[in-house]
């Protein structure tokens, strides 16, 4: 990086002194559980400021907090001075006149890009309402679809039900027709028809024919 090179890094792999080195060590070392019996030993926040204050911020050893597994941990704070009382603090006069706050700084207005920006989403959001509500529209169309299907459906079982019926009234007609009494009766007609060609005495001779054919079809 720069002018930081491998050789100017390879200088830094080893640190002769201990000023990156952490280690343990009881004198030192703070405890929490020690702070928080200290602190439920105070009374007053003014107390607990100082403690803190004395005990802990202007503590500035590198291994206050260097803490090892299997290390001791309840153990008593270490010596600390009293340094709190030697902060010096200004009294506030509360008759003298305070200063006037500033006034508030005006509210920064959009710029051109950011109002396009907005613009842009309140689009985004048009449309995605719009997609919802053709989605809505979408759903009440295959309702109405799927309600012209089932009433399809009702119809073609219906017309079904009608041929078969159909299919069953012709194929009892077609039974009918096979009977003794109906050939008979057909030839009679045609009898009636021809008579003045010797229709009837055509007839004696059918009914014999159709009875006849009659007898097998029977056997």
């Given at each position: 990086m720069?002018n ?6 390879n200088k ?11 280690t343990?060590?009881?004198n030192e070392f ?6 928080e019996e ?17 005990a ?6 590198k291994n206050r907090f ?9 153990i008593p704070l270490p010596?600390?001075?009293s ?11 509360e008759?003298?006149p305070?200063p ?10 959009p710029?051109?890009?950011e ?5 842009l989403?309140d ?19 295959l ?10 459906k009702e ?12 299919e069953?009234n ?8 096979n009977?003794?009494?109906y ?7 045609k ?5 003045y060609?010797?229709?009837?005495v055509?007839?004696?001779?059918e ?11 029977k056997?």
């Open positions: 720069h930081w090179d491998l050789e100017e890094t830094y792999n080893y640190i002769p002194n201990n000023d990156f080195k952490y343990y060590n009881q703070l405890s929490p559980k020690a702070i200290k602190l439920d030993s105070l009374n007053t926040a003014q107390e607990k400021l100082e403690f803190v204050y004395n802990i911020y202007m503590n500035k050893n260097a803490y090892f597994k299997d290390m001791p941990y309840d010596k600390y001075e340094k709190f009382k030697s902060l010096k603090f200004e009294e506030i006069d008759t003298k305070q006037t706050p500033p006034a508030p700084k005006p509210t920064p207005q710029t051109p890009q109002l396009e920006i907005k613009s989403k689009k985004l959001s048009q449309k995605e309402k719009d997609i919802n509500n053709l989605d809505i529209n979408h759903k009440k169309a309702t109405s679809q799927e309600l012209e299907i089932k009433s399809l119809a073609l079982s219906k017309k079904e039900k009608d041929i078969s019926s159909l069953i012709y194929q009892k007609a077609l039974n009918t027709k009977h003794l009494s050939k008979l009766g057909q030839a009679l007609i009898a009636n028809k021809n008579w060609k010797g229709g009837y055509k007839f004696i001779f009914v014999i024919k159709i009875k006849n054919e009659h007898n097998k079809t056997i």
